[in-house]
Structure formats: C-alpha cells, structure tokens
C-alpha cells in the first residue's frame, strides 16, 4: 500500500495545464512539417507556416498557444495499491485545475449552467475528471485542454449492427466532412467504436490521446485509419477549410466489445493545437 | 496570386473593392471583440433602438475573447473563434454599418448575401495561432459587458494583424472555391 497526499496531486495538475497549453509536443510539430513538404495549396502551407510559428512564440513568450484553453478534461489512473490521504481527491483536480488557469494567464471557459445563467465559474472550474483503477501503485495523470470549436463538431451514431464497417467508415468521413474548416483543421480524428453509447464517446476522446507516429496494434484497424486518412484528406478541406490536401494529421480507432443489436460509433475531433500532457506520481 | 493590402479602420467601402478571396490584409486601427453572448447583446440594443458601446460605421468586429494579460502586456493569446455561431447576428450588424467580420470557418447563405448587400467584407485569422494574433495587438480595453469575463467587448489597436479574405464584396466565398479546387473524392 503506498499513500499519496492530495498535496502532491495539485501541484502536478497545475503544472500540466500550463505546461499542456504552452508546449505544442513533438509528435504534432512532426506532422506540421510533414504537411508544409506535401500540401498542395499555397494558402494551405502558408497557413500551416503561422501554425509552426505560433508553437515557437507560445514557448518563448510563455503564453498558450490558443486563446481556447479548453475544458480541462482529466484522466487519472490510480493504481489499486494507492491509499488517498489528506484531503478530498476530486478537489485537489479542482484546485490543481483552478491555480494552473490563474497563474498559466490561461483563460476560464466554464459556464455554471448549460442554458440558463451561463455565467462564468471564473477559474475554471469543474474539470472533467475521468478514474480507472489500474494494478499498481502510482497515480497517472493526463490533462487534456479541449477547445470548444472541435468538440462541437463532434458526433455519435447508433448505427445498426449489420451497417458494418462501410457504415462506420462512412460516418466517420461525412462528420469530418461537415466539420469542414470549424474544428480548425488540419484535425486529429479520435473514433470510438463498440461498447454502448456513453462508452464509445469516452473511447473516441481516449483515442485522441495515442502518439501520432504510433499505428494502430491492430493490423486489420491500423489499415483502415490509413484508408480512411487518405479519404479525409481527399476531401478538399484543409488547413483551416480553405481548401487543400491536409485536412486531418491522423485518425485514431479504439473499440471495444458490444451488444448484439448495436453498432455505436463515435468521433471526438480535435484541432491542430493538439494538447495533452501526462505525469506520474509515485 | 494573392495580393497583400494595408488597410486602417474606420474602413470605407472603396477600401474594399478590390480585395479579392485569398489576398492578405494587414489590418490597422481600432476593432473590437465580440463572441457569442456579446452578440446577443448588441441585438437586443439595436432591437431596442438604443446606441452600440462603439460606433459601428465602418467598424471591425474579431470573433474572439483573450486570455488574460501577463502584467505589463496589452492582451493575452486572441485567435479567432468559429464564425458560424455568430451567422444570425451579423445581418443586422452589417446593416448598421460593419464594414468588416474576422473570424474563423465557414459562414451560412444569409451572411453571403448581408456582406454583399452591405457592400462589406469577411476575414478569416488562422485558427489556434493565437500567439501570432496577439503580437499585432498594441493596446487592449474592455469597453462593455466586463461581467461576461472573456467574453467582454474589447476595443483592441492593431497594428498589421495578418487576416485572409474569405468573402469579397463580390460574394466570392474562398472556403467554397478552395475546397472545391483540392477536393479529389
């Protein structure tokens, strides 16, 4: 058994926001590169040159890349070895959260209700807080700042379970399609498929998380991201929709087991500013 | 080819009659932030027949709300936001006297036809690089609705903020026309 203070968790969580919304990794950065090199419009890699400029300023001026610091969305795996102590574990996310958008100068983008008050918590404040229980006895934390404009253009469909894979490729590629420049393309495409309807939106937000240089472990869903990469960027819409070859950097599927009569599929997009950063406490 | 022009806010119309789809502006003056909730406010004042916070004839709206300053800086990071939240509000807008939208993405039919028939343009800023939008900002204050935060009227000064025209005056439409040239579907 080993006991972590919620003391050591918030200052790890503050670190990861700022550090998240500062410093673009070098997986993404890969791929800007690559697309200056392959894409087809002139606008396009223009585009694509401000893009890599502003991961160079963000750094050097210490300011977040995007204005939209995003939700904080927060993935904590806690080994079942770990005790908790000293205090409340979703508070100490919260307080994490809530001193990492203060001092980052990160802008608060949490309204208390969805319709009615919309009025600003001011620091941002509830994060988004998914647990797993996992063997183990350390803490891993993942911080994700996502942006409202991508995840609005994100969509889930109960397909029926004979629509099979064409069905499925399909949706995937009409959702990118109706997106077109609004989730501020070129995008990361997150898809979940399997398990029920909340499980398969969980899935393709998880999704979003593996490295873009890494395929898919499966070869048979390693070939149709592939396929469905070079339909998306055939699609014309590109960086930021105004045309061209580089519409998505990658797609990324995660399924699981699911019901007979189903076929849930789900699509998390993400923009270019592609945020996540990850410690361990142990 | 795409062509960089300077132009300096208020804007006339006559600055705008050759700006093409796809050129560069390099934008200098006065313009003001206005997101979402801003803009419901602003048409519940025309509605009423009371005064805007600023004076709309040929003014520039930018879809976006910053991130707080670090002290001893105008603003904190200020790229666009999506445009197409803001469609049923620009008609009126246009209508009292905008010369200018920025934003990001795609704009809706009725915007197309406002911008022609009020003889004014749309410019897009390059989503997420907010830094870079930043950088042209020289000084930064909030003029109404402070409560909302984030979502305030900023009146910014700029100083050659890079934009693209994405609607001309002729009802060009470059998301249109660009998607349409790359797409091999």
């Not at chain 2, 022609?116 to 003029?143: D, E, L, T």
Request: aromatic share 6%; hydrophobic share 40%; proline share 6%.
């Amino acid at each position: 058994m080993k006991s972590i203070d919620v003391a050591q968790i918030i200052p790890v969580v503050k670190k990861l926001c700022i550090d998240a919304n500062y410093y673009i990794a070098d997986d993404v950065r890969e791929k800007v590169n690559q697309a200056l090199a392959s894409e087809e419009s002139p606008t396009g890699r223009e585009i694509l040159g401000i893009i890599m400029q502003n991961y160079e300023l963000a750094a050097s001026r210490q300011m977040p890349l995007c204005q939209d610091t995003g939700l904080a969305v927060i993935f904590v795996e806690i080994g079942q070895d770990v005790h908790i102590t000293g205090g409340d574990f979703t508070q100490a996310i919260n307080e994490g959260v809530r001193q990492g958008y203060a001092q980052g100068f990160l802008r608060k983008a949490v309204v208390t209700d969805p319709v009615i008050q919309r009025r600003n918590t001011g620091d941002n404040t509830p994060a988004i807080i998914y647990t797993e229980i996992v063997p183990g006895e350390t803490l891993k934390i993942t911080v994700v700042p996502k942006g409202g404009g991508a995840e609005n253009m994100s969509a889930l469909r109960m397909l029926n379970s004979t629509e099979g894979l064409k069905g499925v490729k399909d949706f995937v590629v009409d959702c990118v399609r109706k997106a077109g420049g609004r989730p501020c393309p070129p995008v990361i495409v997150g898809v979940g498929l399997g398990g029920n309807f909340e499980q398969s939106a969980l899935l393709a937000k998880k999704a979003l998380l593996r490295p873009l240089n890494a395929r898919n472990p499966d070869p048979f869903w390693a070939q149709v991201e592939t396929e469905l990469l070079e339909r998306i960027n055939r699609l014309g819409i590109g960086p930021q929709g105004l045309g061209g070859s580089t519409t998505a950097f990658a797609i990324s599927i995660l399924q699981k087991p699911c019901h007979i009569a189903s076929l849930p599929v789900a699509v998390n997009i993400d923009c270019h500013c592609h945020r996540h950063e990850t410690a361990v406490i142990e | 080819m795409s062509v960089t022009h300077h132009l300096t806010t208020p804007i006339e119309t006559a600055d705008l009659d050759n700006l093409r789809i796809g050129d560069k502006v390099m934008l200098t003056g006065k313009i003001y932030t206005a997101r979402d909730a801003a803009h419901q406010r602003l048409i519940t004042l025309l509605e009423n027949g009371q005064s805007l916070p600023f004076d709309p004839k040929g003014a520039v709206i930018y879809y976006a709300g910053p991130a707080p300053a670090r002290p001893g800086r105008p603003i904190g990071s200020v790229g666009p936001t999506s445009s197409y939240r803001m469609d049923k509000f620009t008609p009126p807008l246009l209508a009292a006297g905008l010369k200018a939208v920025i934003g990001k993405g795609e704009r809706g039919p009725d915007v197309i036809d406002a911008l022609v028939a009020n003889r004014a343009a749309y410019f897009v800023a390059v989503g997420g690089a907010a830094v870079i939008a930043a950088q042209s900002v020289k000084a930064a204050r909030v003029i109404a609705f402070e409560e909302l935060g984030p979502e305030a009227i900023y009146e910014m000064e700029v100083e050659n903020f890079p934009v693209f025209v994405a609607i001309d005056l002729q009802g060009n439409d470059l998301f249109r026309q660009g998607v349409a040239r790359y797409r091999r579907e």
